[in-house]
């Protein structure tokens, strides 16, 4: 018959998973930086086109009209 678990064996192996998985999903970042990085400015770029582009576009249509 095996020892029962104490409450240090569990608390050990809690924090060990907790580390791993630490670890793993801080390696997918560091592997995939490049693309994370790509993708929040693309986002951002696309983010301010958005904002600020249709009044620059509307301004400029408008001021193209004037001289048509």
């Known amino acids: 018959m095996s020892s029962p678990y104490t409450l240090a064996d569990v608390l050990s192996n809690i924090l060990t998973a907790l580390q791993d998985v630490m670890y793993y999903v801080s390696s ?10 790509t993708a929040v400015v693309l986002g951002g770029i696309a983010f301010m086109v958005m904002r ?17």
């Open 52 to 68: 600020y582009g249709t009044r620059i576009f509307r301004g400029l249509t408008g001021w193209l009209r004037g001289l048509l």
């Open 28 to 37: 997918a970042i560091a592997e995939n930086a490049s693309i994370i990085a």
